[in-house]
């Protein structure tokens, strides 16, 4: 089963403000098998500092799908200000996100 966040604080980030708060409440799925994080290369999205070092890495294309159902605006500007097809996936910091538990698995009706 995947495991799932739940962003809870305003993400660090190159972005402007107002986008990075789209994020807030969002749930996404976190990307199983991707590289740990001391086995990649982590750059901001942008190009300079990265600033979710160690984070909860997202498919890409999982969290911009989940953002533009949330707030086309802000989906727009990362289609428009980030080579979305050359960053595989999204970091987001620890601090900002909430591991959602597992549901408990349900009991067939009789």
Do not use: H
Request: hydrophobic share 35%; with cysteine; proline share 14%.
């Amino acid at each position: 089963m995947t495991e799932r966040l739940k962003i809870i604080g305003i993400p660090p980030g190159q972005a402007p403000e107002w986008v990075r708060k789209e994020w807030m409440g969002l749930e996404l799925p976190i990307e199983e098998n991707a590289p740990k994080p001391e086995e990649s290369i982590q750059l901001g999205v942008r190009g300079g500092k990265p600033e979710n070092l160690g984070g909860y890495p997202i498919r890409t294309s999982d969290a911009i799908s989940a953002l533009n159902k949330k707030s086309p605006q802000a989906a727009e500007w990362w289609k428009q200000n980030v080579p979305l097809n050359a960053v595989p996936r999204l970091i987001f910091k620890k601090d900002i996100c909430e591991l959602i538990p597992d549901a408990p698995p349900t009991q067939p009706k009789q």
